[in-house]
């Protein structure tokens, strides 16, 4: 193996000496012999520097090797469940990786707790450490925010500190983000809103004891389908702050909150901070001394529960003013029907395409989209047009449905329409462009 890779492993900004580290771990368990079972094992990693990853040993030690990046490795560990693994040592560097946490999925392994970097990074820049980790991390499915939050509660920084963490790092939820603009006096930005709604898909977490604090509303699938972070932005740039106040229900909660009975520690315990610190004691998680801090200031499930539902609302009325300003129905409309007739009106303008269109030969039958001069149809068919779905009427829907389906194909041949039909399986716009060429390859002067 090239040394000059194995070298550019252990070169890092925070100044540790990972090559030292790494024979010291590794000396710790694990055998430094590749076995059978790990070579025959699938590599589920990511770094978007190199293309392809293995295992390789050298000089008594193992490493993750691709063709431009190299990563140290500890020792092959037998697991119960009978597969061979290696813990992989990542020190983030903001760039996303995709690495798995579970055994079962692949060979390498990387575990937030077994990291031996953390401990010896300069307190100084454990906050950048941070900022690195969430950015690299954050798209994989075993992270959460609470992953982010025990990072940063392990640290001997301030609340301010935290909080502007967490703030900085997308890890606020709604909730938290209206109790930093009602106590701390704090201005939301669009950027806020954006990030407190799980646009960009952080999963969310917290601790049990916390349950009904964890809630972060999000728009639904197809609203993200549809709409962008920066049509989201745009959108809500020419919002005043008042505006903003009255989505977050700012105004509902100062007059729900005790405020009278506010105590030092109450933005601690909202944003989780320092909570391990404050409550544990003699092996014991002192939870229910928490919840009555919480509840003494009439934060508590009950609260939520209202806050939320209002919230959902004005996320509700937020989607669908942003669908109606795009061209789309509503939320619990059929928007992909949209999507198609959209993208034949864009690419067959000259032609008079209709949405919705029931020629008179159909009788009480509907196309989703019709171009009239080339009599041609074009039908979206979701899951209910191949198997049964309960809000569609079950087995007996799906037998009526697959009737008009057959008469309206019969309907076509007898009347020379050519019928093009996308199934919800589909790639959507691969299809739609396969169409669009099937119909100019037949009509020459288009």
Not at 349 to 355: A, E, F, H, I, T
């Amino acid at each position: 193996m090239d040394s000059n890779i194995i070298n550019l492993c252990y070169q890092n900004h925070f100044g540790i000496d990972i090559a030292s580290l790494h024979r010291h771990e590794f000396s710790k368990n694990g055998s430094a012999k590749l076995t059978a079972n790990i070579k025959d094992r699938e590599i589920i990693f990511d770094d978007n520097i190199s293309s392809c990853f293995n295992l390789q040993e050298h000089d008594g030690l193992i490493y993750l090797v691709g063709e431009k990046s190299c990563y140290p490795c500890g020792g092959v560990i037998n697991s119960h469940l009978g597969v061979d693994w290696v813990p992989i040592y990542i020190l983030p560097t903001g760039e996303k990786i995709t690495v798995q946490n579970d055994i079962r999925n692949s060979s390498c392994i990387y575990m937030m707790y077994n990291d031996p970097f953390y401990e010896k990074i300069n307190k100084n820049l454990r906050q950048l450490y941070i900022d690195k980790y969430i950015r690299s991390f954050c798209r994989n499915e075993w992270f959460s925010t609470s992953n982010a939050r025990l990072l940063i509660d392990t640290n001997d920084f301030d609340f301010n500190q935290k909080y502007n963490i967490i703030r900085k790092n997308v890890l606020m939820t709604p909730f938290e983000l209206s109790i930093s603009a009602l106590l701390l006096r704090e201005n939301i930005t669009k950027y806020d809103i954006v990030n407190s709604l799980n646009f960009g898909g952080i999963k969310n977490g917290t601790f049990e004891f916390l349950e009904f604090l964890r809630q972060r509303p999000k728009f639904v699938k197809s609203t993200k389908e549809i709409i962008n972070s920066e049509y989201f932005l745009q959108f809500v740039d020419e919002w005043s702050q008042q505006d903003i106040f009255n989505f977050y229900e700012i105004s509902f909660l100062h007059n729900e909150l005790f405020l009278e009975n506010i105590y030092d520690e109450l933005l601690s315990d909202v944003f989780q901070v320092d909570i391990y610190r404050r409550y544990y004691k003699n092996y014991h998680f002192d939870s229910d001394r928490l919840i009555n801090n919480l509840n003494s200031v009439n934060i508590n499930e009950q609260l939520l529960k209202q806050y939320y539902k209002r919230l959902k609302n004005n996320i509700r009325k937020l989607e669908n003013s942003m669908r109606l300003n795009k061209g789309f129905d509503v939320v619990g409309s059929f928007y992909k029907e949209k999507i198609v007739y959209n993208f034949f009106i864009d690419n067959f303008n000259s032609y008079n395409v209709l949405r919705n269109y029931s020629p008179d030969w159909l009788g009480r039958q509907r196309f989703d989209v019709y171009i009239k001069e080339l009599n041609i149809a074009i039908e979206y068919n979701g899951k209910q047009h191949y198997e049964p779905i309960d809000f569609f009427g079950g087995n007996m829907g799906f037998e009526n449905t697959k009737k008009l389906d057959d008469l309206k194909l019969k309907l076509c041949l007898k009347n020379n329409c050519t019928l093009y039909t996308i199934a919800y399986y589909d790639d959507l716009m691969t299809k739609l462009n396969e169409i669009k060429f099937c119909i100019i390859k037949n009509i020459p002067h288009i």
